[in-house]
């Protein structure tokens, strides 16, 4: 079937916008993953969630993001009030168990943000 | 310090060549990732290990708990090849996040 997917693949906001960035995992994967990969450097950990359930979001930078999975498939990562510093690819992962363990983790294409 | 160091942070190679690329890391762990990330595109788990070897075509990765290390090995590289491989481990007492390496750029010439 499908992969992860996200959208937008490419996003520009102006700094002060709000942002929404969206992620499809795979069909049936329980666990859902975002990160945040600065240019030339390694992706950081965001949250997880556990179908519905956000069960860590010790990785979000500040109150001005928020993730939410509502019925326990599609994602969404809003920023508000965007800063430059917030400029970065956004990628979520799912993993079909819970918890996951040590299991595969499958990646998305990522969600460019660039902040002007 | 980070966690998990990767070396070299580039490699350039000429087709043919056999690469190998070093992850070490600092603290203890449940296991390890290889990860391939092509330009623009998303992020293919290629191994993922917590002891011994693993081998998949040409790649091969090996792990040493005791020493902390792990090592990913291509044989015979091809331009397609060329990419970034990122080492993550799971920390020892997290069953779900991935602590990555800063990855290292591949480039093989033809």
């Known amino acids: 079937g499908a992969g992860v997917s996200q959208s937008p693949r490419y996003k520009v906001a102006k700094r002060g916008q709000d942002v929404a960035l969206r992620c499809d995992p795979i069909?049936?994967?329980?666990?859902l993953f975002w990160y945040q990969q600065a240019l030339g450097q390694g992706p950081e950990f965001l949250t997880y969630?556990?179908?519905?359930?956000?069960?860590?979001k010790s990785g979000l930078p500040s109150d001005r993001f928020f993730a939410e999975r509502p019925e326990g498939s599609v994602s969404t990562l809003k920023i508000q009030r965007t800063q430059q510093e917030d400029s970065a690819v956004y990628l979520c992962?799912?993993?079909?168990?819970?918890?996951?363990?040590?299991?595969?983790?499958?990646f998305g294409p990522g969600t460019r943000l660039t902040v002007l | 310090k980070n966690e998990v160091e990767q070396s070299p942070q580039n490699l350039t190679a000429q087709e043919g060549e056999f690469i190998t690329i070093n992850c070490s890391y600092s603290v203890g762990i449940s296991a390890l990732h290889w990860l391939q990330q092509h330009p623009g595109g998303g992020i293919v788990s290629l191994f993922m290990?917590?002891?011994g070897k693993k081998k998949h075509g040409r790649l091969i990765a090996t792990i040493n708990i005791q020493e902390k290390h792990s090592s990913l090995h291509i044989t015979a590289s091809h331009p397609r090849d060329s990419a970034v491989y990122i080492c993550?481990?799971?920390?020892?007492?997290?069953?779900?996040?991935?602590?990555f390496g800063k990855g290292t750029l591949l480039t093989v010439n033809p």
């Open positions: 069909s049936g994967h329980v666990s």
């Open positions: 992962a799912s993993s079909p168990r819970e918890p996951p363990g040590t299991d595969t983790q499958y």
């Open positions: 993550a481990v799971f920390l020892r007492g997290s069953n779900y996040k991935l602590t």
């Open positions: 290990l917590s002891s």
């Open positions: 969630f556990q179908n519905e359930a956000q069960l860590d």
